[in-house]
């Protein structure tokens, strides 16, 4: 689908709103009036939820119960699967209520090397759909198909028989523009390199007379460098994210059993600063070097360690603001027979943040050799971008296929 607007609008986004560590413009202040303040960062399709099992549990999964699915939420789960191998495909449209030709397709699988360690890989694609480029007065002067993709692979490895951690590599490539000159510059596809650092503690417990699994997970993702997509445009920060949260599993009877997770998530890269302004309301620059003056906060021009370090205490409102960077995802799991499963969640993003506030549903089905996992988004906003968004997931079990044989 050409969608004209739509697609420049998403590329203008991508392309430079995304610049949180860049030498700040004059339209970069506007709208900033110190109660909306949201961190944007590059290639925020890395913080998509990817498999239908996540999506239906309120975007949480950080320390549910190890699945195919754990590359995304905490490759350090992997080291406690029970099956030797194990392959997943999803694919979902995204933004369906604004285009329909934008959408997320992944593929991960893993393999125990060991009974206490497990390699594993995953490949996302984000394709945008077909973009027409105009000029400055509407001429047309090119057509193109934005993507970005992402490739991953982990290892992880049982440090006891309660705990265990994952290091994970990833190589990201970017191409939103095409090679097309933007202002003077031409534009490059932008890549970067990056690395995951996880943890997994699990417990047997009882809750009453209900035998269960107590877990905690703890995920820093994409540990990596700035991108940048032409040569003059500064760096700007990849989504540098920190997910910690708990489960608990209790088996009801033979047949039935549910879950319970919870998700906190804060990214670590520099939050926007309020810049002075004068009596007429215009941003102050600076006689010397020509920046605009900080009035609240700190530059957001840092290298990424200190990016990351400084992201708990720069927020211009803050500790009060850095709390409201905390978003939180609850999820609910009921599982008959381990054949099939019901799912329920919640996600809060605070309104100075993003304002992202949604319900999500979904079911699961395994059948021997394949499963099926779908689930679907309720915005609790009238218009949202995200409205009807579905999650499909077909999982292979080589295991069950090898039994079947």
Do not use: C
């Amino acid at each position: 689908m050409r969608n004209l607007k739509f697609g420049v609008i998403v590329v203008i986004i991508a392309f430079f709103a995304q610049n949180t560590s860049a030498q700040t413009s004059y339209d970069d202040l506007l709208g900033q009036d110190g109660t909306i303040n949201t961190i944007t960062t590059s290639v925020p399709f890395l913080m998509i939820a990817p498999d239908a099992r996540g999506g239906a549990l309120g975007d949480a999964g950080v320390a549910s119960s190890p699945d195919v699915y754990s590359m995304h939420w905490n490759p350090a789960k992997y080291a406690f699967i029970e099956q030797n191998m194990g392959f997943s495909v999803s694919y979902s449209p995204w933004l369906k209520a604004l285009v329909n030709d934008i959408s997320l397709a992944y593929l991960t699988g893993y393999y125990k090397l060991k009974d206490d360690q497990v390699i594993a890989s995953s490949l996302r694609y984000f394709s945008l759909g077909e973009i027409i480029f105009t000029d400055n007065i509407g001429t047309e002067i090119g057509q193109f198909s934005p993507s970005e993709f992402a490739l991953d692979v982990a290892y992880s490895r049982k440090f006891s028989d309660n705990i265990s951690g994952s290091v994970a590599l990833r190589y990201i490539y970017s191409n939103l523009t095409g090679g097309i000159f933007v202002s003077g510059a031409q534009s490059k596809p932008g890549q970067s390199v990056a690395a995951d650092v996880s943890f997994y503690y699990q417990k047997e417990v009882e809750m009453g007379d209900l035998p269960g699994m107590f877990a905690f997970g703890a995920n820093i993702s994409n540990i990596g460098a700035k991108i940048t997509y032409t040569e003059i445009q500064q760096r700007s920060f990849i989504p540098i994210n920190l997910r910690v949260g708990p489960s608990l599993s209790l088996e009801i009877d033979e047949y039935n059993e549910i879950m319970f997770t919870f998700d906190l998530n804060k990214l670590l890269v520099p939050t926007p600063p309020i810049y002075l302004r004068d009596s007429a309301g215009q941003p102050v620059k600076d006689d010397v070097t020509g920046e605009y003056v900080i009035d609240e906060g700190k530059d957001p021009d840092r290298s990424v360690v200190s990016g990351m370090f400084g992201s708990f205490s720069d927020a211009p409102g803050g500790f009060k603001e850095e709390f409201h960077e905390i978003n939180y995802s609850i999820g609910t799991e009921y599982w008959y027979d381990q054949q099939f499963a019901i799912r329920g969640g919640f996600f809060y993003e605070h309104p100075t943040k993003g304002n992202r506030k949604y319900i999500t549903v979904g079911a699961g089905l395994r059948y021997n050799v394949f499963g099926l996992d779908f689930s679907y988004l309720i915005p609790l906003e009238q218009r949202n971008p995200l409205e009807n968004t579905l999650r499909f997931t077909l999982v292979f079990n080589f295991e069950a296929a090898n039994a079947a044989d």
